[in-house]
């Protein structure tokens, strides 16, 4: 099989290195990333300066670092710089979970996102502790899911979102099929002042709030479990259409 890898925290993180060498043994993997990190850039796509491409050593694998977002790399991959066209595409792996109302915000997940609207078969993948170390067990598990995924028709505009606790294989309690959740983030803003006497504010802290059910991304990534949510593109709110349908405006 022919894999795009991408993700948000640039082409030389150990998380896309760990998912290039673990997918490489088997597949044949080109890699298209930022040229640094770019997470939580969400869906931005570059429109008024020019993208410029570098060939870069990915070990012995074709890579090309691209001075724009997670989506402008997959746009840019798929339709300009992989030939032939790859059967997959990988975003991650990210440091820190992609759960909840965080899917709305993260680059990594929107790279999965863009290769579905371009009509690419995509899998972001994530583990659940920013300071993680442990890719290895999430690039082995997306090794293990890309052999299922020949049998799996996603629907059109669809992909997979993975989450992965950032535990020892031994320790992760098993594979849960969820739902995204939409429990908040409780944020904060700290107010500085700079030495011209201007305030400022910088983002500080975030924390995840989960809900109370079982079958939510969050939750059974808390409970240990490796989490597998199907995600759409088309955000319609399909109940509202009928009831809005008669509206005289």
């Avoid at 939580?40 to 070990?59: E, K, N, W």
């Avoid at 090794?143 to 535990?167: C, H, M, W, Y």
């Avoid at 006497?197 to 975030?206: A, K, R």
Wanted: hydrophobic residues 40%.
């Amino acid at each position: 099989m022919k894999i795009l890898v991408t993700n948000d925290d640039g082409i030389h993180h150990p998380g896309i290195c760990t998912l290039r060498e673990e997918l490489a043994q088997a597949h044949d993997v080109v890699v298209v990333a930022p040229d640094r990190e770019r997470s939580a850039v969400g869906h931005g796509i570059t429109l008024h300066v020019p993208l410029r491409v570098f060939s870069v050593d990915h070990g012995k694998t074709q890579a090309f670092a691209v001075t724009g977002t997670p989506a402008d790399c997959v746009k840019l991959g798929l339709l300009e710089l992989v030939d032939p066209k790859p059967d997959l595409v990988v975003s991650g792996i990210n440091p820190g979970p992609n759960v909840g109302v965080n899917l709305n915000y993260s680059g990594t997940v929107s790279a999965a996102r863009e290769a579905a609207i371009l009509g690419y078969k995509a899998v972001a993948i994530s583990v659940s502790d920013p300071d993680a170390t442990l890719f290895l067990t999430a690039a082995r598990f997306m090794s293990q899911l890309i052999g299922r995924l020949d049998s799996l028709e996603l629907p059109k505009n669809t992909f997979l979102n993975v989450n992965v606790p950032a535990r020892p294989p031994e320790d992760i309690r098993g594979v849960k099929v969820c739902r995204q959740g939409l429990a908040r983030l409780e944020e904060a803003f700290y107010r500085r002042t700079d030495p011209r006497n201007l305030v400022y504010y910088w983002q500080g802290s975030q924390t995840q709030f989960y809900g109370e059910s079982d079958d939510e991304d969050g939750v059974a990534l808390a409970a240990g479990y490796i989490t597998v949510t199907p995600v759409r593109c088309d955000m319609t709110e399909y109940s509202m259409l009928a009831r809005m349908k008669d509206w005289d405006l």
